[in-house]
């Protein structure tokens, strides 16, 4: 990579980074172009530059957000087997995170009235499902695919319930536990 390739990618970052803690500040609504542009210090022409459309880059932030995520799970879920202990941490840790990221996850949430993030949603969904699928296995579940497709929505309905309270729900955790056998 050259200077200026390292530059622009600097720039694209800071201006992603800057995205995700405003939103744990001002929500969806406060995170505007103009109010981003000022944070850093940057022109409208480099946002523009960078992501073209607000909707790109909010899927940029949708990514960014579900990456860290996804470091988490990883180091959760690291040198478990596949079953019912790694579903139980990897979820622990997902549900730890969008709490302690909550205005993120927000704003996330707001944001899927955009087509690019619906489609998002949808693909993430299906590529995390396909994680937890041999989970499912294991634990002989007579639809592996189905049962992980479900569970992936049973986790984020539970992170949900807990950014509307705005900390943990133990029977809600309990809750979703109950759906795995012993």
Request: contains cysteine; negative net charge; proline residues 3%.
């Amino acid at each position: 990579m050259n200077l200026r390739e390292d530059s622009a990618a600097r720039t694209r970052a800071a201006l992603v980074d800057s995205g995700l803690l405003l939103a744990e500040r001002l929500g969806l609504g406060g995170v505007s172009v103009n109010v981003l542009v000022a944070e850093l210090g940057v022109s409208k022409g480099t946002f523009f530059h960078h992501f073209g459309t607000r909707a790109n880059y909010l899927l940029a932030l949708h990514r960014e957000f579900h990456e860290r995520l996804q470091a988490v799970i990883d180091s959760a879920t690291s040198g478990l087997a596949p079953g019912r202990d790694r579903l139980l941490a990897g979820s622990t840790a997902y549900l730890d995170a969008c709490l302690r990221d909550r205005g993120v996850k927000a704003l996330l949430l707001e944001a899927r009235a955009e087509p690019l993030i619906v489609d998002e949603v949808t693909a993430r969904n299906t590529h995390n499902a396909a994680l937890i699928e041999p989970d499912f296995k294991v634990l002989g579940w007579p639809h592996p695919e189905a049962g992980a497709r479900l569970w992936v929505g049973l986790v984020a309905e539970a992170a949900l319930l807990e950014l509307q309270a705005g900390h943990e729900q133990g029977s809600v955790r309990n809750a979703l536990w109950q759906f795995l056998p012993a």
